[in-house]
């Protein structure tokens, strides 16, 4: 049991940080169907991007906090999510169709609100545009789910009627890549250029090309996320086979500087096999050259299994991993003057997958 654990008969009604760490710990809950039909949680379906790719999740929010689980049924789960009714709610706060109490191992741990779900994530149009990779990252589910690529009608039509809504934010878009990282980065830009008529900000996450910084702040992004995924370059050399660490971390510090500063960020994962002085030097050396890295605790997916023959001491961290390293990210942007939470797009205003620095910690 992690011992960030609360301490028994206390029922905080407002996630924390240390509770937030516990549920991404997890990373996984049962919960009753009609919770999810009834909050439209899974509205845009299971997500079709990442190493999360094929797998149903929903957003819990509490005490201003955001978090993403994927559901599944199964008695034994360590998280176990039910519905508040009114005779339980307190002092009136809980016990609406959406309000729901998570236990863990047995204990409640929190109370809050099943979150809907507009395109992927809460008031943003989060959509993939290739949903297929000829990169073979042993992490990542989607070179084995061979999806298809939408195209930009399609998008057109998913932003139109999300903006009809009324709740739409921020759009993003990302991508695996179907043929080539420049094939990719032009359907990207056509994209923006059309999309820039709602007038929001807009955000880009692809494999970096020479010149898809400039493209895509030409084209109307606001942002942009070239993933690193590790920065043990021995771990990466078994993982991202098909990346090269050297021109992605180029490619960043380029976005700087046609970007600006609080606008590019990189995905690193945390759980691949890599020790805590390196997670640590990685954040330094990005956030050095004014990248805000997005730590992302490992998802291992039933897909890869491979990934324990290429890392076998990979494992999903812990809660006090996730907590202490997120402080520790949190100390070094304070240090260079970055905030986290100045972000319009893509995770870091959602921050249901991730301790996010300046809005959890």
Not at 183 to 207: M, W
Request: hydrophobic share 40%; aromatic share 6%; proline share 6%.
């Amino acid at each position: 049991m992690h011992n960030l654990m609360c301490k028994p008969n206390q029922h905080p009604d407002n996630m924390d940080s240390r509770i937030k760490a516990i549920l991404i710990a997890e990373g996984s809950a049962d919960i009753e169907p009609e919770l999810l039909s009834t909050s439209k949680a899974l509205a845009s379906g299971p997500s079709t991007a990442g190493p999360g790719a094929g797998i149903g999740s929903f957003f819990f929010r509490s005490g201003g906090h955001l978090v993403r689980l994927e559901h599944w049924r199964h008695p034994d789960a360590a998280l176990i999510v039910r519905r508040i009714d009114e005779e339980a709610a307190v002092g009136g706060m809980y016990g609406g169709s959406d309000d729901v109490v998570i236990f863990y191992k047995g204990r409640e741990l929190v109370r809050g609100r099943i979150e809907p779900a507009l395109l992927h994530c809460p008031e943003q149009a989060y959509i993939t545009l290739s949903e297929s990779c000829i990169f073979d990252c042993t992490f990542c589910p989607v070179p084995k789910l061979r999806g298809r690529t939408k195209t930009a009608d399609e998008v057109l039509i998913m932003v139109d009627d999300a903006y009809r809504t009324g709740n739409l934010r921020a759009i993003s878009i990302t991508s695996g890549i179907e043929r080539s990282p420049g094939e990719e980065v032009t359907r990207a830009a056509d994209l923006v250029k059309a999309l820039t008529k709602y007038n929001l900000p807009i955000g880009v996450s692809v494999y970096p090309t020479e010149d898809s910084s400039i493209r895509l702040k030409e084209a109307g992004a606001v942002e942009v996320k070239y993933n690193v995924e590790t920065m043990d370059r021995e771990i990466f050399g078994r993982v991202c086979a098909d990346m090269d660490l050297d021109f992605v971390l180029a490619s960043l510090k380029d976005a700087v500087s046609i970007f600006g500063r609080n606008r590019v960020f990189a995905n690193f994962i945390i759980g691949l096999g890599e020790s805590d002085r390196t997670v640590r030097e990685g954040v330094e050396t990005l956030v050095g050259i004014g990248v805000i890295p997005i730590l992302r605790a490992l998802n291992p997916h039933p897909l890869r299994p491979d990934l324990m023959d290429v890392c076998p001491d990979a494992a999903r961290p812990d809660a006090d991993r996730l907590l202490r390293l997120a402080r520790f990210e949190r100390n070094v942007l304070d240090a260079h003057g970055l905030r986290a939470n100045v972000s319009e797009t893509m995770c870091l205003p959602c921050g249901g997958c991730d301790l996010v620095p300046h809005w959890d910690v």
